[in-house]
């Protein structure tokens, strides 16, 4: 088992920027591929970026790609989402989640996460 618990979310300012968090424990020895995903009121949930367990390996959706990073601490069990230049069309609960799977290669389908957090809230306002 392996427990998420994601954090930095908050409401800022359209061109602004936040940092989410995203801190494992449990089974945190495992190499394991961790993704962002996020959603919408009204809209269903969709891929962001993910990290393969070493980090040589991303992936981002069209929309964030330029604007956020993706990156992982493996001795912190923590995974960070950097978000700059933020949109109204950002805002959204933010997701972490791990596959359980894969370690070296990444996801873009919520389907193969194993593992989800309980969520952060982003507000863009503009």
């Known amino acids: 088992q392996v427990q998420l618990v994601e954090s930095g979310g908050g409401s800022v300012q359209a061109g602004g920027s936040l940092r989410l968090s995203c801190a494992a424990s449990?089974?945190?020895?495992?190499?394991?591929?961790v993704g962002w995903f996020r959603q919408a009121p009204g809209k269903e949930r969709e891929f962001v970026a993910a990290i393969a367990y070493l980090g040589g390996t991303t992936a981002y959706a069209d929309s964030v790609k330029g604007r956020f990073t993706i990156s992982r601490d493996n001795a912190k069990s923590t995974v960070y989402l950097q978000m700059n230049s933020l949109k109204s069309e950002d805002t959204a609960v933010y997701y972490c989640?791990?596959?359980?799977?894969?370690?070296?290669?990444?996801?873009?389908?919520?389907?193969?996460?194993?593992?989800w957090g309980q969520g952060t809230q982003v507000t863009v306002s503009t």
């Open positions: 989640a791990v596959d359980a799977a894969r370690g070296f290669t990444v996801s873009r389908e919520g389907v193969d996460y194993n593992y």
């Open positions: 449990g089974r945190t020895s495992s190499r394991y591929a």
